[in-house]
């Protein structure tokens, strides 16, 4: 609630991409706005006080935050997060840059290994449910390690998987959903965007997607 996504990408990022509005992109059934925790400053200070760090007073020190190195886009995100929680929640955090392989390397032991955070990202591989909720954070597949378990949200996304009617599906995964904005494992910054600059003398354009991505398209051209 403290990390304002809307400036991470507007100004940060120069809006490059889609402002974060969950943590599961919209868009995919399930995910609903309202679910959102937004960015609000006051509750966060008031949640970190409740938790024993008021005004950043007692915070562990050497909480880290891991990223690649080679990734300027990435660097400044992780810089601009450092300096929005110490300009408004008070504490501070460590950068950790690594060289992209060892970074992969790391990662993958974070499996059964503690961490403080890191920066991950995901595209659709096919657009369903199940390839969001089940497939990155049910606690059994748990994509990005996050050593998140909700056992309500297990539940759900479990009979989401075997549900054939669509709109109990639907609701099945949007409780799914407020579940995992509540308990916030996870703080989405952006959701990726695609920009094309067009000739004007191509016409009846049409693009088709195959495993969530645009793979071709189908166009005209003026005589």
Known sequence: ????????????????????????APGIPGQKKENALGYDLTKAKQLLAEAGYADGRGWPANVKFTFPAEAA?????????????????GIDIVLEPMEAK???NWRTTRQTQPFHMYVSG???????PNNWYNLLFHSKADFFYAHWKNTDFDKLVDQGLLENDQAKRRALYESA??????????ITYYHW???????????????????????????RVKK
């Open 102 to 104: 060892a970074f992969d």
């Open 122 to 128: 995901w595209g659709s591989d096919y657009e369903d």
């Open 177 to 186: 959903d407020k579940l995992l904005n509540a308990d916030a494992p996870y």
């Open 193 to 219: 965007a695609r920009f094309d600059l067009i000739k004007p003398y191509i016409e009846g354009l049409y693009h088709f997607r195959v495993l969530g991505r645009v793979q071709a398209y189908l166009v």
């Open 1 to 24: 609630m403290a990390t304002d996504a809307k400036r991470l990408n507007e100004v940060v990022l120069k809006d490059a991409y889609f402002n974060a509005v969950s943590i599961v």
């Open 73 to 89: 886009e990435t660097r400044s995100v992780a810089e601009a997060v450092q300096g929005i929680w110490k300009s408004g929640l």
